[in-house]
C-alpha cells in the first residue's frame, strides 16, 4: 500500500491477479443522485459489491438528526456481513465522485476497528490505468466479522460549537464556499455555518486528475487554515459524507479529526442554533 488509509489502483491489480484480493465495494454515490447500482452494474471493478450509501451507511431519522445519520452498530454489522467481510479482513473502498462516498465507507468501517483503504483517484484512476471491469452484480458469501465502533472521534453538536469558539482547536467547514458564506442554500433550512468555523472545501484536498494531493501538500493547506501538530480538529459538511473526504485528507497530512456526523443539514433544522453568514468564521 502506498501510505496508511490508501492504495492506488496498480496496487489493488496487483493484489487480485496475485490472488490476495480484499474485500473490495463500490460506494457510488452523488448529493441529489442518480442511484450509483445501475452504472455499478454495467461496469465495476472485479469482485466489487455495491453498497447503496442511503441505505447502509446511514440511518434514516428526523431532520433534527441530520440527513446521514450513522446506522446502528447491528445494522452496520449486518450490512458488513452482507458485503463478505470477515475477521481481519484488509476491505477497499472506491467510488466515482471525489471520494465522498468511499471516504465515509472508509471512515466507517475505520471506526468499526477494520482495515480499510480508499482506492486514490476512485474509478476513474482504475479506467485510466486501462484495468477490466466486470459488469452485473457480485453477490459474495455472508461474512462472520465482529465490529467494534468507537475508534475514530466524533463531535455532537454542543461539541462542534465549542471546538468552532475555542482558542485551541479548529473546526473545518467542507463545503463549498459559498454555502458557507451563506450565499446559497440548496438542500437544508438555513443558509452559513456554524459560528467560529473555517472554510475548508474537500475540492481542495485534490489534484486536477481527482487524486489526493500528497502527504506534504495536504499539510501546508491545513497549515494555512490554523492546523499544526496537537492542534484539536473537527470537520463537518452538508452530511457527514463529505467531510470524511476532510477526515481522510487530515489524516495523510498526519492530523486526527473528530467527524461531526449530524453536521449542517443537523445544525441548521435547530433554530435555536446560531447562524454565520459572513466570509470569515
Do not use: K
Amino acid at each position: 500500500m502506498t501510505a496508511t488509509h490508501l492504495t492506488t489502483a496498480a496496487e489493488l491489480d496487483t493484489m487480485i491477479r496475485d490472488g490476495r484480493a480484499p474485500v473490495i465495494l463500490d460506494v457510488r454515490w452523488r448529493l441529489g443522485g442518480p442511484d450509483g447500482e445501475p452504472a455499478y452494474l454495467e461496469g465495476h471493478i472485479p469482485g466489487a459489491v455495491f453498497v447503496r450509501l442511503d441505505d447502509e451507511l446511514a440511518a434514516h431519522g428526523e431532520p433534527a438528526d441530520g440527513r446521514h445519520p450513522l446506522p446502528s452498530a447491528a445494522a452496520f454489522e449486518a450490512s458488513a456481513r452482507r458485503w463478505g467481510i470477515n475477521e481481519g479482513d484488509t476491505v477497499v473502498v472506491y467510488d466515482d465522485w471525489q471520494g465522498y462516498g468511499a471516504a465515509r465507507a472508509w471512515w466507517m468501517l475505520t471506526d468499526a476497528s477494520v482495515d480499510a483503504r480508499v482506492i486514490d483517484g476512485g474509478l476513474a484512476a482504475w479506467r485510466a490505468a486501462d484495468l477490466p471491469l466486470e459488469s452485473g452484480a457480485v453477490t459474495p458469501a455472508p461474512g462472520t466479522v465482529t465490529l467494534h465502533p468507537g475508534a475514530l472521534p466524533q463531535l455532537t453538536a454542543d461539541e462542534a460549537a465549542a471546538l468552532a469558539a475555542s482558542d485551541t482547536g479548529v473546526l473545518l467547514d467542507a463545503r463549498a464556499g459559498e454555502r458557507y458564506r451563506g450565499e446559497t442554500e440548496p438542500i437544508d433550512p438555513r443558509a452559513g455555518h456554524i459560528p467560529g468555523a473555517v472554510s475548508a472545501p474537500t475540492t481542495e484536498n485534490l489534484d486536477a486528475q481527482g487524486l489526493l494531493r500528497n502527504s506534504a501538500d495536504l499539510r501546508a493547506r491545513f497549515a494555512d487554515l490554523g492546523i499544526e501538530p496537537g492542534t484539536t480538529v473537527g470537520v463537518y459538511c452538508g452530511s457527514g459524507v463529505s467531510a470524511a473526504q476532510e477526515v481522510l485528507a487530515l489524516a495523510v497530512a498526519g492530523h486526527e479529526a473528530a467527524l461531526y456526523v449530524g453536521s449542517w443539514s443537523q445544525w441548521s433544522n435547530h433554530p435555536d442554533r446560531p447562524v454565520a453568514t459572513s466570509a470569515t468564521p
